[in-house]
Structures are given as C-alpha cells and as structure tokens.
C-alpha cells in the first residue's frame, strides 16, 4: 500500500500545487475566508465526498468512509486563514488582495489536505473506519476557529479517537518531518490595558495625571512576574508591541493604551500569572493617580502532543521519509489553536520541512518575503496520507 500512496501522491501533486497556487493568490484573513471555504466545498463536491460547512463560521468538516465506519475514527485538520501582510515575493501566484498574503503557510495546509483527501477517497474501500477533514478559519485571531468549530459542535454526529495536524517549518529542508511528545507550544493570551487619567498641558505636571509615564511604568512593573513571581524555570514571555499615547510634545493624553501577549506553558501559573498582571496593573497605575482598565480575553491553551499518538505518528513518519529525515521538534513559545482540539482528543501536531534551494533565502514565517518550496507539498500530502493509512490499519 505504501507505494501505491506514493503513486498517488505522484499522480496529484500537480492538483495539489495548483491549489497550493490558487489559495496563495487569494488569501483571507482571519474569520473573513468566504471565498475560501467556497472553493474547498467546490473540491469536496467534484470528488463526492460529503461535508458540513459554516461550523464555528466558515468551518467545513469532511468525511470519507471506509469500510465498516466505526471501526475506528481519526481526523485530519488543516487551517485556512491568512494574515495582514503586504506580500513582497514576485511570483506569478502573489497575493491578488492588498496587504493580505499567506505567510504562515495555511494554503500549503489545505492545498495538502484536498490531496490527501483525494488519496484517501480513492483507496476507501481499501481500509476500515472514517477519516474526517478539518478545514479551519481563524488560527491567527482569538478567539480562535478551533474553539468556535468545537463550541459549534463539530464532532456531534461522531467524535474522533484521534487527531493528526501538521505545520510547514521554513527551518527544516524539503523531505523532512518533526515530532516530539507533550508540551509543544505554548498558551497566548492578549492583554488590553487602558490608563486613564486627568491630561492637560505638559508645563503644568502638577495639575494633571501622567498617563504616559504611568504605562510607562506599568510596562516596566510588569516584568516583574516573569523575574520575581514566576518560578525560575517555567518557560513565560510578557511582551508590549503595542504604545499609543496620542498627545503631543506639549499634551498629556488623558488615555494610553496598551497591547500585549502573555505566553507559558504551564496552565495553573496560566490563571495566576494573569491575576498578578490585573494586580500590579491596578496599584502601579493607582500610584500615579491613574485607573488602569484591564481585558485579558480568553486565548489559546497550550499544545500538548499525545505521547503514544506522537511515537506512532514517528515511528509511521520514518516509515515514509526514513530515519534520517526525521526531526526532533523543540518546544517553541508561539501558539497555536489547535490547542483546543489537543486538550480534548489524543492529538499530535507535527511538522514538514519546506526549505528548498528556491526559497533557501526567503524570509521566515509572517514576513513578506515568505516562501515555500513547492515541492515540499508532496511531503505534506504523502507524508500525512501515509499516517492516515497507518493510523486505521494500527
């Protein structure tokens, strides 16, 4: 069977770059992938392969049965948003919407996952139990397509014993695959604050209340939970991208605000680690004679990778691309949303490499000169086909 999944993958990696291609040039951001989702449903329906769509917004879930379906379950997920990004490459398939562009690689997962969806629907009767398709919205926005799709209930007609997901990693060459088990990713929560106060003129300090110097200070104070309230070895980022005091050299604003992320991977410091953040928030803005308004939303958990999933999922994977070819993930502290789906279901998020000679100077994940090596979509489709099959038949 595995050279016959090698012949099919073979047989539709052009479908698959030209879906690749399309997706590319018509990206959607976040929540907003109507068209998206349109052209996977055009997909699914010229195969005949049945779906559900608008789950948790433009979420499609596909489904394609073997034989004997509740034999056993399994799911494949693939995201489908862009990002608020200029696209800087100059290639035939660039970016068509203005300061939208693929830059994470989430075409790359769909165009994968309508391959394999192809495979597999051609071998159905060639194994037992049913294989749902993902297609996510909204990865890179909170509150996150993967809760929606569950809040939604995505797996109420039938749960799933396992999910698989994968991600393309500009760090690893073309032919290569990466697993490890647990911790992955990290969680990501956003925080909001707004410093309220009384502003006026910049020569008169003593009648007004400093909001600038009290976020200032807020943002200094803060890094304290990471350096005195954290224990020493519980990986945590606290990080301000965000500082809008709109005065002027002689104006006090009477408000700032304030933008940021909070990232761990431990969930019960998750909970206290925000409490502080509210605390030190509150008192060192009252201090200056200022209110702090503090939104912490809900973000994403952290992704946890199931252990006898993932060594499966490893030991199928060398099966496919050989030992050499296989890497050990480090844990990173970006986030993920399929977190939610991994703190439900025995989960594993792997990676494939797609650093080829052609875009061996492109730019890293969300830039503008962001590039994958298009022949690494036969990794991700083989590679994932291939686990699929083993999965069922283990």
């Excluded at 990778?305 to 296989?326: L, Y």
């Amino acid at each position: 069977m595995k050279e016959r999944i090698r012949q099919l993958t073979l047989q539709y990696s052009d479908y698959v770059i030209e879906c690749y291609r399309h997706l590319h040039a018509y990206p959607e951001l976040s929540f907003h992938e109507i068209e998206t989702s349109r052209f996977i449903e055009n997909q699914l329906t010229e195969m005949n392969i049945s779906f559900r769509s608008g789950i948790g917004g433009a979420g499609i879930l596909g489904k394609i049965e073997g034989n004997n379906p509740q034999q056993k379950v399994i799911a494949l997920r693939a995201d489908m948003d862009a990002l608020p990004v200029c696209e800087l490459v100059d290639i035939p398939w660039k970016s068509t919407q203005e300061n939208v562009m693929h830059a994470c690689g989430h075409d790359a997962h769909s165009a994968c996952l309508l391959g394999i969806a192809r495979i597999l629907n051609e071998l159905k009767n060639d194994f037992e139990g049913t294989v749902l398709l993902i297609f996510q919205p909204g990865e890179e926005k909170a509150p996150g397509g993967a809760r929606l799709m569950l809040a939604d209930g995505i797996f109420d007609e039938v749960e799933p014993q396992l999910i698989l997901a994968q991600h393309i990693s500009i760090d690893y060459p073309t032919g290569t695959m990466g697993f490890a088990s647990g911790m992955i990713m990290a969680s990501a929560d956003e925080i909001y604050v707004k410093v309220k106060g009384n502003g006026g003129h910049g020569a008169l300090p003593h009648l007004i209340n400093d909001t600038v110097l009290a976020a200032s200070q807020l943002i200094v104070s803060l890094q304290q939970v990471r350096s005195r309230l954290c224990h020493p070895l519980t990986p945590m980022v606290l990080t301000f991208g965000k500082f809008i005091a709109d005065g002027a050299t002689n104006v006090i604003p009477s408000e700032v605000n304030l933008a940021g992320t909070f990232r761990t991977v431990d969930e019960q410091w998750r909970v206290e680690a925000k409490q502080h953040i509210r605390r030190i928030s509150t008192e060192t803005c009252a201090s200056y004679g200022c209110i702090a308004e503090i939104e912490i939303p809900d973000g994403y958990p952290s992704v946890i990778n199931d252990v006898n999933v993932t060594n499966k999922a490893r030991k199928f994977a060398e099966e496919w691309v050989g030992d050499a070819n296989i890497h050990t993930l480090e844990m990173r502290m970006t986030s993920e949303d399929f977190g939610f789906f991994s703190q439900r279901y025995p989960s594993t998020f792997f990676r494939f490499g797609v650093r080829g000679d052609v875009n061996a100077d492109a730019g890293g994940l969300h830039s503008a000169t962001f590039r994958i090596d298009e022949s690494a979509l036969s990794t991700g489709t083989g590679g994932m086909t291939w686990l699929a099959w083993r999965f069922l038949n283990d």
